[in-house]
């Protein structure tokens, strides 16, 4: 019986476990039910009870593509599925930080790096380094601590993966203590949290009778969340989650803003990936948006009274005072989502221009190989391998390159909006590559509005 269940066993190898999928394999085929399409072995013929036989086709669900669905039971699988489950948030508004969401890509920007001609890559290389040694400004080092978690980073039984992210979480709260946030009454928001471990290491700064508030913002859910240990040992830390992506958040019109419990809004992160930096970005700044508002204080309780326009009479939002993101992927950035198109625009690049650029800042951390140190041009000019057409060094070179100059773009629109934004390098590179810290300060606006009721 044994020998036989594990001759049915799920053929997929997980890579990401190291292992095959436990999972029984569907009859008819060697992948179970879930791996059958990734495992090109979509449609399958099976032997029903009746000794029938029906063709069964696996397809991705169309509400949520992380699984998958029989085609024939699709109808029924709709009305059950678990995104039907998840409530409306009122502060979900649809492509409200997308930047340009109607936006059509060119033929150019859906074209692989590596299929354009050598002469075309230099030619822009030429013009990023001028870009680069005239407008963008040097990054300065600034490597702090914090006592909270000096005790772990000096335990021995952590290890390199689990100090890595020890020392980033530790130089964001010397930042943040340094900028004088970590004070009571502060509500931060934490983005791309994922099991909130940044939040979690903020709450612990925090005595048990000043604790601040923190919103954790993703847009897929995770097991072992960091804030299910504050339940558990019946604590005071004050936790929500919110399941939304980005690209769609109102922040303004999330509920506990208007409540009158905090005096600032902090906004923090930890390698948030690519165009999901630039939506979080562009969602602060509309928080910052001065409007002459005149709220109707009718009665509160009346049960006609739509829920965003109750909590919006009682308090103007928190007024946001900073900005602290670890920034990475800038691989994942595009035109129509990145911030700080005007700068880019005044340096001559185009919507290609950044296509290429962004796949080009890959090359500072993509570790390239020793040996692949020749250019390698075809006879047409055309680069065979752009992980091979450039010697190590200057290629890493490059890759930086065009990543401050991304950042430098966000920096810049940060400044038009009326904000103090710099970039540090906020661990060393051992640490990890991605050491590059966005810090902005807001000063505190005279009249505090909200957009909601406009």
């Known amino acids: 019986m044994a020998a036989t269940e594990e001759t049915r066993k799920c053929a997929f190898f997980v890579t990401k476990r190291g292992r095959n999928c436990r999972m029984i394999a569907a009859k008819g085929s060697i992948y179970c039910g879930e791996h059958m399409l990734v495992g090109g072995d979509a449609t399958k013929i099976v032997v029903t009870r009746d000794d029938r036989e029906m063709e069964r086709e696996r397809i991705l669900c169309p509400l949520d593509p992380s699984h998958t669905v029989y085609r024939h039971l699709l109808h029924k699988h709709l009305k059950k599925c678990n995104v039907t489950k998840r409530p409306t948030l009122a502060c979900y508004s649809k492509n ?22 050598a002469s075309v890559i230099d030619t822009l290389i030429a013009k990023v380094e001028a870009a680069y040694s005239e407008h963008v400004l040097e990054v300065k080092q600034d490597i702090r601590d914090h006592p909270v978690l000096s005790g772990e980073i000096g335990d021995p039984k952590y290890g390199p993966s689990a100090l890595k992210h020890l020392k980033q979480q530790a130089s964001i709260l010397g930042h943040l203590q340094s900028m004088g946030m970590l004070a009571p009454r502060t509500c931060f928001v934490e983005f791309g949290a994922g099991k909130g471990k940044l939040s979690d290491v903020v709450q612990r700064t925090f005595s048990v009778s000043d604790r601040c508030h923190c919103i954790l913002i993703d847009r897929a859910a995770c097991r072992r969340k960091a804030e299910n240990h504050h339940k558990k040992m019946k604590e005071s830390a004050s936790f929500q989650r919110l399941l939304i992506d980005i690209e769609h958040l109102h922040l303004s019109k999330l509920e506990c803003l208007h409540e ?37 204080t009718g009665d509160l309780s009346d049960p006609n009274l739509p829920q965003s326009k109750r909590f919006c009479q009682q308090q103007p939002p928190p007024q946001l005072e900073a900005i602290l993101m670890a920034l990475c992927c800038h691989h ?33 951390v993509c570790g390239v190989r020793a040996e692949d140190a020749e250019w390698d041009h075809s006879a047409e000019g055309v680069v065979q391998n752009c992980h091979t ?63 909601v009721c406009v």
């Open 96 to 117: 409200v930080n997308s930047g340009m969401a109607d936006y059509l890509f060119s033929p150019e920007e859906l074209t692989p790096l590596s299929t354009f001609p």
């Open 332 to 364: 994942r950035c595009t035109w129509p989502s990145v911030l700080g198109k005007g700068f880019l625009e005044q340096l001559g690049f185009t919507p290609a221009d950044f296509h290429l650029i962004s796949h080009m800042s890959s090359w500072a």
């Open 260 to 296: 009158g419990q905090f005096d600032r809004l902090v906004a923090i992160s930890k390698h948030l990936c690519g165009a999901a930096t630039d939506f979080g970005l562009r969602c602060l700044l509309s928080m910052l948006q001065p409007r002459t508002v005149t709220v109707d």
């Open 389 to 451: 057409h450039y010697v190590p060094h200057p290629k890493e070179e490059i890759g930086l390159k065009c990543k401050r100059l991304i950042d430098m773009a966000r920096v810049w629109e940060l400044r038009q909006s009326g904000l103090d934004a710099r970039l540090v390098y906020y661990v060393d590179k051992t640490v990890s590559l991605e050491n590059v810290l966005l810090v902005a300060t807001v000063k505190r606006l005279e009249q505090k509005t909200c957009d």
